[in-house]
């Protein structure tokens, strides 16, 4: 389950380095920096996504059931994957068109729905075996 918690600090690290990196696009523009961030809604969506996924490895490490370590690390990946989409899409026009990209998406929502349903279905089978 340590993989919660280290899926919640990566997350939450990438969200300060996107705050960050926002404002500084936005308020502190730097000259031949600030034009790598093309589409900034784009990163304000990463940014709400690695904080929810930082919420969501919290969450599940401290209800307190003991769950399966390879669906923690699922969620961790996943749950850190699924915002960095976002993230290489902000400083990318073409980043939909790419196969590369394409196959990254489909692998990290894969690796994330087996991890969050797993954990899921482990709460479940817990409260109904109560």
Known sequence: MDALLIGA????????????????AKWF???????????????????????LMALFNLGFY?????LPAIACVCLAIGGF?????????????NFWSKKKWKIFTALSFMVSTVGFMWITF?????VLNK
């Not at 600090?9 to 300060?16: D, E, G, K, Q, W």
């Not at 523009?29 to 904080?51: C, N, Q, S, W």
């Not at 482990?122 to 817990?126: D, Q, R, S, Y």
């Open 29 to 51: 523009p730097i000259p031949g920096v600030d034009e790598f961030l093309i589409d900034y809604k784009t990163m304000i969506r990463a940014h709400v996504d690695y904080a």
């Open 9 to 24: 600090v990566a997350c939450v690290t990438a969200l300060i380095v996107s705050a960050w990196l926002m404002t500084f």
């Open 62 to 66: 401290g209800i307190g059931i003991e």
């Open 122 to 126: 482990t709460v479940l089978m817990h």
């Open 81 to 93: 994957t699924n915002p960095t989409i976002f993230t290489i899409a902000a400083f990318d026009t």
